[in-house]
């Protein structure tokens, strides 16, 4: 994931690659997070940058 693009560009991205397909993946530290499910928060309730986890 370029963490640099647009959050639509993100957002659309992650859909797009989301099951059946092989998902977005991204890294943090030396570990790979696969992504499978996105979505859009009103911004006026977090934080930008922040990524919320779910396992």
Known sequence: IDWHK????????????????????????DKKLVITKVSIKDSRLHIEGYIELRY
């Open 6 to 29: 647009s959050l639509r560009e993100i957002y659309n991205f992650i859909r797009a690659l989301a099951p059946p397909y092989p998902c977005a993946f991204t890294f943090l530290g």
